[in-house]
């Protein structure tokens, strides 16, 4: 049994964090691709721009002597989020709106977007430095463990508040998100202009409010996702460019411009991810007696230096099979 | 145009003469040979996106591919390994993996002897995994083994000559491969696609050890001319020693880089340059007038990533060391991408200027970032609130900020770039 609780812990809890993160991404990734037609690739670094943001926050916090009973970088999050949805917008008039306006190919778009996410690191580093920082520096991190009830069982089920918080944080997000989309004037118009921005112009909806909406939950939900990856494991200034490709694999199997495909998609690739770097043979080790000898010791498919590159076959893979996506995915 | 085109390459030699003042010879030519290295980097992503349209966000991973060609080429055999059994178990992972391909191959061809395509699909999949794991049993043993008795598999001690074309070469293979799979794809997701291939290519180099030595790097790779070491044994004094060596050095990259200007200019206005421009400008019309637009597309990343993986050859055996921790996508793709957009896409000599000026400044920044750090420091001082710490390590992250910057503002106001591509009207 405890090869399986082993198994639990690396498999399902990490799956399920990696997944949430990925979708979090990839859900703003896709709604910008969505409305704007153009892969943001600076979307990586402003979740490392909205992680800052709410480190500097949560030092404010504990500077004022603030101590809630969970972690300051979570008390913080709404308003790094508002903080970080108005320097989204502020990124868009200053780059993005002047090549949209001129007609610029999303292709420009993509490659301005390169420029800034160029931009936003060097200014991070320029500020932060290189090292490394945590938002538990000041207060513990609470770690969870449950025993099982199970005879000759002595691991147990672990995972970290920060870890709890996310999932919750997740799922509201994907159910107010929901809501927005479905029940909303402003939803029902951004899923028109998705559908075909021509359309939606001569229905009489205000394409411009529809594009600042979308840049303002896509920054409040890159911000989200940051500060949630680096309560989990420690705030860097490359956070989350290393984990761009992963995202954004994730939005493209989904079916850019899915908002619910994006969902999938994060989970899928997160699973994958940490199924595949699993040793399997950990799982065999209890039948150790009745298998035959010439089984190696180490089952894992791939090698764990190679994690990144699961996301990125995944991808290959349903992008030569099914070009569009899981879910049937937008198309310029 | 032209004059315009005189004046800023007049301007670039200013420029290099003045950095020659004051930073001195044997800096100055080893900064111009790296220049011409990236010139003839910037040369094929121009012919990739300039030509073609072609959206190769991977330029690091055919550098990568480039210096580890050369490194693997003209580095001396090891002893060690061939006296080993690895030479014999690596045959052993060559069988299986032709085995594998084998297998994928025959699975491909299923529906010649009548399967539908539900167990075609079967078959596929099932072939990959009995490939996947075939090879893995081979391949793990085998490169534990070579680690542990020779280090690594060593070089095969040809000219280095030899290793250059052959960076071109292995470069061109693994963009037809690349190509293959996603030249069909939009543009897009073609950025998207390179992009990880070059992350790809990355992770591999740098960790199959017992081919490339890894993060643990090579050195020294051999120099195609006399190095500094050579001259100093013939008498000559130390720094102009390196002056000499490097000169030689400089001289063959620019006769590379002029053969490769004379061939890239010759078929862009030839009729093979046309049909390019025609099919990156329209290519549903191109494909109407019977061109066939994914094979030419193919052509074009082929020829695009061989002067790309020449490039990347003749940086590393400049360097003498073959270091796959030392590339990043800032310094070698985004890099190359703004010496391109800067320069001009399209225009074959403005890729050429924008590949040297972009990496000389990109090279001066270093110091005068740093000289307007300890100028800031002083007035913070001076302020009362102390100085700016790390003001070594800070001021490189401004030059990146810079680089984004740059990007977004040529888009901005000079989308052509410096030397724009001439549009010849026919009338």
């Known amino acids: 049994m405890n090869e399986f609780i082993f198994f639990i812990n690396n498999v399902l809890i990490s799956g399920l964090i990696l997944g949430s993160i990925y979708a979090l991404g990839a859900i703003g990734v896709t709604l910008i691709f969505g409305i704007l037609r153009f892969a943001h690739f600076a979307h990586g670094d402003m979740m490392t721009m909205g992680a800052f943001i709410a480190f500097l926050l949560a030092l404010g916090a504990s500077a004022l002597g603030i101590h809630g009973p969970l972690p300051n970088g979570f008390l913080v999050l709404p308003l790094a989020m508002v903080i970080t949805a108005g320097v989204a917008l502020g990124i868009d008039r200053a780059f993005y709106a002047p090549l949209r306006a001129r007609g610029a190919k999303p292709v420009t778009l993509l490659i301005a977007s390169i420029g800034v996410t160029l931009m936003i690191q060097g200014l991070i580093r320029l500020f932060f430095g290189v090292g490394t920082r945590s938002f538990f520096e000041s207060e513990p991190k609470h770690l969870i463990r449950i025993p099982v009830p199970l005879d000759g069982v002595t691991r147990t089920i672990n995972f970290t508040e920060p870890q709890v918080l996310m999932l919750i944080v997740t799922v509201i997000a994907v159910l107010v998100l929901h809501l927005f989309l479905t029940r909303s004037r402003l939803g029902k118009a951004m899923r028109a202009m998705a559908d075909n921005p021509d359309l939606a112009q001569l229905s009489g909806i205000n394409t411009a409010l529809v594009v600042r909406v979308t840049w303002i939950i896509a920054g409040a939900l890159a911000s989200m996702a940051g500060t949630m990856l680096a309560l989990d494991v420690t705030l860097k200034p490359d956070l989350a460019f290393n984990i761009v490709l992963p995202i954004f694999a994730a939005a493209i199997v989904g079916g850019l411009g899915q908002s619910y495909g994006a969902i999938a998609g994060g989970f899928l690739v997160g699973f994958a991810e940490t199924m595949a770097v699993f040793n399997w043979a950990v799982l065999l080790r209890p039948f150790k007696s009745v298998l035959p000898d010439w089984i190696p010791n180490d089952l894992s498919i791939v090698p764990t230096e190679y994690k990144l590159t699961v996301a990125f076959v995944i991808l290959v893979i349903v992008l030569l099979v099914r070009p569009t996506g899981i879910f049937k995915g937008a198309s310029t | ?427």
């Open chain 2, 1 to 427: 145009m032209m004059r315009r085109a005189v004046l800023l390459y007049l301007g670039l030699f200013v420029l290099v003469l003045a950095v020659g003042l004051v930073m001195g010879a044997p800096f100055t030519v080893r900064l111009l040979v790296e220049a011409m290295a990236y010139a003839l980097i910037a040369l094929g992503l121009n012919i990739q996106w300039g030509y073609g349209g072609l959206f190769n966000f991977g330029v690091m991973g055919f550098i990568m591919i480039g210096g580890f060609a050369v490194t693997s080429m003209s580095m001396p055999l090891n002893m060690s390994f061939w006296q080993s059994d690895g030479p014999l178990m690596l045959g052993k992972v060559a069988l299986a993996g032709l085995f594998g391909a084998g297998l994928v191959l025959g699975a491909n061809r299923l529906e010649r002897i009548g399967a539908g395509p539900r167990l075609k699909r079967t078959a596929q999949v099932l072939a990959w995994i009995v490939a996947y794991i075939v090879y893995r049993s081979q391949i793990d043993p085998a490169a534990a083994y070579i680690e542990k008795q020779a280090g690594w598999v060593g070089g095969l001690g040809l000219p280095v000559f030899v290793g250059w074309i052959f960076g071109g070469l292995l470069a061109a293979y693994v963009a037809f491969i690349v190509g293959r799979i996603s030249l069909g794809l939009r543009t897009d997701y073609l950025a998207i696609a390179t992009i990880g291939i070059s992350e790809i290519i990355r992770a591999l180099i740098k960790n199959m050890d017992w081919l490339t030595r890894g993060t643990l790097t090579v050195s020294p790779v051999p120099w195609p001319v006399p190095l500094p070491q050579a001259y100093q044994a013939w008498g000559v004094e130390n720094s102009t020693s390196f002056v000499y060596a490097r000169a030689g050095y400089l001289a063959l990259i620019a006769l590379v880089v002029v053969a490769a200007l004379f061939l890239v200019q010759r078929a862009y206005s030839g009729p093979w340059g046309r049909m390019m421009r025609s099919i990156r400008d329209n290519h549903i019309a191109a494909e109407a007038m019977g061109k066939n637009v994914k094979a030419r597309q193919l052509e074009i990343f082929i020829f695009g990533s061989v002067l790309i993986g020449i490039g990347g050859a003749l940086m590393t055996s400049f360097a003498q060391i073959f270091d796959p921790g030392g590339y990043q996508p800032i310094n070698h793709t985004f890099i190359v991408w703004v010496m391109v957009i800067v320069g001009g896409a399209g225009n074959n000599f403005g890729a050429l200027f924008g590949g040297m000026f972009i990496y000389v400044v990109w090279v001066l920044s270093e110091p005068v970032s740093q000289a307007l750090f300890h100028v800031l420091s002083q007035w913070t001082l001076a302020f009362g609130w102390g100085a700016i710490p790390d003001i070594e390590s800070r001021s490189l992250q401004m030059r990146v900020f810079v680089l984004g910057l740059v990007i977004t503002l040529a888009l901005r106001f000079a989308p052509r770039g410096l030397i724009p591509e001439v549009i010849r009207r026919h009338s």
